[in-house]
């Protein structure tokens, strides 16, 4: 009894042992599974994560390189040109402001130092920007006229203006986080963004971004930091919204199960980064630190470049995509495995009565291992395909690879990927990005082989491939042959027994296709959900491919707008100076000079005044055809801006060669254009200077030819000159000449010089005219013969005229409180430009009232070149400022644009007789008649005529005769200073006005 106890306890403990046994093997294979499960869900969540922080971060590094490209051809624009003006910039950059919506504005930013200040502030103002000036912002946010400095960086050309015009004319150097780019763009001679700032023009709080690029002074060294602040002229600026460039460079990605933020390196962790894309409650990181629901969460952080520093983005998942790897199937593996042990146990205990269901638990657990190995499989698959993309450029090799993956994992024979795209006529079409070769005829091997470069485009949507795309769905077919929403396949094609179509979006939009076909026992709905990461990842690489395409495609727009000009397509003055040097380059090589044509249209600018800019425009365009048509293949045409062309004719056998050039081209420019119905008539001059082996350097060509362009416009343009040595000499007097005005200007080296106007029939003074001279500190008084048409050419006139319409009307008031004038006008001579001036009506009303001179007693001589010129815009002036008692008289009539228009529509009172006709009225019959005409015209219109030049007896008889009284020219008086006039006045037999025969008024 006591052997069967013993034994019955042996067989119990024995019992008991096995179980505990197959308990303790259960318990330790459901926690291997359990972890193994756990650990693939946390690699699967960080691979996920670091895959999409890569892909957002490539494409938000692309979108700041490409703004940095934007500035690059702004700054090169300008630094090819001598010199831009606003119609030019706004030009330039309207394209590159239509295609970047993220801009908020383009600039230039000239240096001003303080001795420039005003004078900039009163030219700005002068090309219409009225109320222009330099200005900061104070610590409240209010602008105020910006303070006293040695140098300023003023808002000076602005795009777009709508939105942005309070920038124009702040000075960058008030702030210092501005001063701090500025000073490292220049001193490191490169591209520098700024640290965010606060949009002013913004609502909201966007951050802004701005990048410069210096410019520096054309033909100036910049090798060293002297040099660089020495020759800088300014600065292109770019202003970007932080905001809307990343999200318009992720867009659709953003939504790609992962949050993050950018800050700036360096910035305090308490700052608002950035930007943000995530809520500011759940798993979003505060002062550095990720506040998350899981302590195992994942965070990645990627460097993002931008010029002169960096930014962090840290990326973590979203919940959506922490519960889409949570550990429930883990969990559930583990607890199966607990229940199976448990059973076992149990039904090993009861002797295995339940061996059969145990069989059944042990094949699910497999098989639930086998499901979790396939979604592992699919996953790495997807891991691959992204990887195969990140840094590539070949396109076409990634997706030939993915196609090989796809057909492995739906065990298809056939395949394609193709992406969703739109013509030019906005005509959708589907491109194969990879497909399977399945030619099956010679006509459509032919087609596959002629297509096989650039993918296959097929643009019928009834067919087969498409319905995918056309559903929004998944399509599948067991009779593809005769699916509702698809045509028959085409005859001699391999048969289609199975069909599976899938469409590829981002969000709602659909950018592609996936197509498979011939699967064993066919397609379900499983495995199109089984296959979901794929298709998530394939989606993701077509809008990556979308997104660099059209980043490569603005680089290339950026590249061609950096090198020529945007309205005729021609090289750019930048892209003609590398020309230029690759030409030296061939001459010292190969020994062939060159000869350099530099071109300037006759006239252009009556063309823009009288038929307008856009008829300017198109001329020019048609002249650069002309000239490309007239050149070789060897030799270079360019526009360096404005109306002005330049040639290289390269492989010059002699001068002659570049003489017939220059012929041809004259000739076939004095053809007419027909530009939208106007016959357009216009020459050109050119300036021809010669390359050879024995010149030192190109450095002074192109001055060279300037010089002899200058000399044929001098000489009455329309044709050609060859630079030569004295040529050069004259320039260099030119030159010498305007750098002395400068310092004339400044310091009020001119004085004036008075000739009477008498009237000889009583023998009494009628007026006086102003006329300038300089005192030039080495030669001595200098006429304006001289220096008025250089100084009208440089710029420099409008100064001038205007001190001289001052001291005029200051002498005039000083005689007549003296007494020694009364009744008597002041004649001062008026210039084209004057009339062009914004404020020229108001110069003359403040000369008027500072002089307190009666209005009635000054006269203002104009031309008829100002009459033609501007003839609606000068009429109004005249009859506003005759409205107040100002007389106008028309100076050297008949020798220019005459118009008997004027006298009869023009408050002129007064028409003066050129000298040249009064000189040769005696020896020629014709200067006789004219004489006579105008002093007959003038009489029956009712207007005063005055003779110039008159210098005999015999001359002032002849006018006398014919019934012109007032005189005026060196048989009374030479020109005199104000003292020496009131001499003459004292000395001679010419009463005042209101003077009886010996007596003068005091």
Not at 835 to 844: G, L, M
Request: proline residues 4%; contains cysteine; glycine residues 8%.
């Amino acid at each position: 009894m006591m052997d069967n106890l013993s034994n019955e306890r042996q067989d119990f403990w024995a019992s008991l042992g096995v179980v505990g046994l197959v308990f303790v093997i259960g318990l330790g294979l459901s926690g291997y599974v359990f972890q193994q499960a756990l650990e693939s869900k946390r690699d699967h969540l960080s691979e996920m994560l670091t895959h999409r922080a890569e892909s957002h971060t490539v494409i938000i590094q692309s979108a700041i390189d490409e703004s940095v490209a934007i500035i690059e051809s702004v700054g090169g624009f300008y630094g090819g040109s001598s010199f831009v003006d606003r119609s030019e910039f706004r030009r330039f950059v309207s394209n590159l402001l239509a295609q970047h919506r993220t801009i908020q504005a383009l600039e230039w930013i000239p240096r001003v130092s303080r001795d420039q200040r005003s004078a900039f502030e009163e030219r700005a103002r002068r090309d219409g920007l009225s109320g222009f000036r330099f200005t900061e912002r104070q610590s409240q946010g209010k602008m105020i006229t910006a303070m006293d400095r040695e140098e300023y960086f003023p808002v000076f050309y602005l795009e777009p203006l709508a939105g942005n015009k309070a920038a124009l004319g702040f000075d960058l150097a008030s702030n210092p986080t501005r001063l701090d780019a500025l000073a490292h763009a220049r001193d490191l001679d490169t591209i520098y963004a700024s640290r965010r700032i606060t949009l002013v023009q913004e609502h909201g709080s966007q951050f802004g971004l701005l990048i410069f690029r210096p410019v520096y002074a054309q033909g100036k060294p910049a090798s060293t930091i002297e040099d660089r602040r020495k020759h800088l002229q300014g600065f292109a600026l770019g202003v970007f919204r932080i905001g809307d460039l990343i999200r318009g460079a992720i867009r659709d990605l953003a939504a790609a199960g992962v949050h993050f933020t950018i800050r700036e390196d360096g910035a305090a962790k308490e700052r608002e980064p950035l930007y943000r894309h995530a809520p500011r409650s759940f798993g979003t990181p505060v002062n550095g630190d990720l506040q998350s629901p899981s302590e195992n969460a994942s965070i990645h952080q990627v460097e993002i470049k931008v010029p002169g520093g960096s930014w962090t983005a840290t990326f973590w998942p979203s919940p959506e995509m922490i519960a889409l790897h949570s550990p429930q199937d883990a969990w559930l593996t583990f607890f199966i495995g607990i229940l199976l042990t448990l059973v076992v146990s149990t039904f090993l205990y009861h002797r295995f009565q339940t061996l059969g269901e145990s069989r059944k638990l042990v094949s699910k657990l497999r098989n639930s291992e086998t499901r979790l190995a396939r979604e592992r499989g699919v996953l790495a698959t997807v891991d691959r395909t992204l990887s195969s993309f990140i840094g590539r450029r070949d396109f076409a090799a990634s997706f030939d690879r993915v196609l090989v993956d796809l057909l492995k994992l739906t065990e298809s024979r056939y395949g394609f990927v193709a992406e969703y795209c739109a013509d030019e006529d906005g005509a959708p079409y589907l491109q194969t990005l990879a497909i399977s070769n399945i030619a099956w005829d010679t006509e459509s091997r032919r087609f596959y082989e002629e297509n096989a470069s650039s993918g296959y485009k097929f643009y019928d949507f009834d067919a087969l491939y498409a319905a995918a795309v056309v559903t929004g769905e998944a399509v599948i077919t067991d009779d593809p042959a005769h699916h509702p929403h698809a045509k028959g396949t085409p005859e001699g094609h391999p048969k289609l027994e199975s069909y599976l179509g899938v469409p590829l979006k981002r969000g709602t939009r659909i950018i592609g296709t996936v197509g498979v076909a011939n699967r064993e026992g066919g397609y379900d709905e499983e495995l199109v959900d089984y296959l979901t990461p794929f298709w998530n990842a394939l989606a993701e690489i077509i809008d990556a491919k979308q997104t660099e395409s059209a980043r490569q495609e603005s680089v290339q727009m950026t590249e061609q707008l950096a090198h020529y000009d945007v309205l005729t397509g021609l090289p750019n003055r930048a892209h003609f100076q590398e020309r230029l040097d690759w030409a030296v380059k061939q001459v010292k090589r190969y020994d062939q000079p060159f000869a350099l044509l530099l071109l300037d249209l006759d006239h252009f600018k009556d063309v823009n005044d009288t038929v307008g800019h856009t008829v300017g425009d198109e001329l020019l365009v048609a002249v650069a055809e002309r000239l490309k048509s007239a050149i070789r293949e060897s030799d270079v045409v360019s526009r360096l801006g404005g109306d002005e062309f330049a040639i290289l004719q390269m492989g010059l056998l002699d001068t002659g060669a570049a003489a017939i050039h220059a012929h041809r081209i004259c000739n076939m420019l004095a053809t007419p254009f027909d530009i939208n119905g106007h016959k357009v008539h216009t020459g050109v001059s050119i300036g021809i200077a010669v390359y050879g082996p024995d010149h030192e350097n190109a450095d002074d060509l192109l001055t060279q030819a300037d010089t002899a362009l200058y000399r044929v416009k001098a000489e009455g343009r329309g044709g050609f000159r060859f630079h030569d040595p004295e040529m050069e000499a004259t320039e260099r007097k030119r030159v010498e000449i305007i750098e002395d005005l400068h310092h004339a200007i400044a310091g009020n080296h001119f004085l004036l010089n008075f000739q009477p106007q008498v009237n000889a029939l009583v023998n009494r003074l009628s007026g006086v005219e102003a006329l300038v001279r300089w005192k030039h500190p080495d030669r001595g008084i200098v006429g304006p013969n001289v220096f008025i048409p250089i100084a009208e050419e440089s710029g420099q006139l409008l100064a001038i005229d205007n001190w001289v319409l001052n001291e005029a009307c200051t002498q005039m008031s000083v005689w007549q409180a003296q007494g020694v004038m009364r009744d008597t006008t002041i004649a001062v001579n008026l210039s084209p430009l004057q009339f062009k001036s914004s404020d020229f009506e108001e110069s003359v009303i403040s000369a008027l009232e500072k002089s307190r001179l009666d209005p009635k007693c000054l006269e203002l001589e104009v031309t008829e070149r100002t009459l033609a010129e501007r003839p609606d815009e000068v009429a109004k002036i005249m009859r506003r400022l005759n409205e107040r008692g100002v007389k106008f008289s028309i100076d050297d009539f008949g020798t220019g644009y005459s118009s008997l228009q004027y006298l009869k529509t023009l408050p002129v009172y007064k028409i003066k007789i050129a000298q040249e006709f009064v000189w040769e009225m005696l020896k020629n019959s014709q200067d006789a008649s004219i004489v006579k005409a105008i002093i007959g015209l003038s009489r029956d219109l009712g207007h005063d005529v005055l003779a110039e030049g008159v210098e005999t007896e015999e001359q002032l008889s002849h006018l006398l005769s014919g019934g012109c009284h007032l005189i005026q020219g060196y048989y009374f008086s030479k020109p005199l200073p104000p003292d020496e006039l009131e001499k003459w006045l004292d000395q001679t037999k010419y009463r005042l006005p209101g003077e009886t025969q010996g007596t003068r008024a005091s």
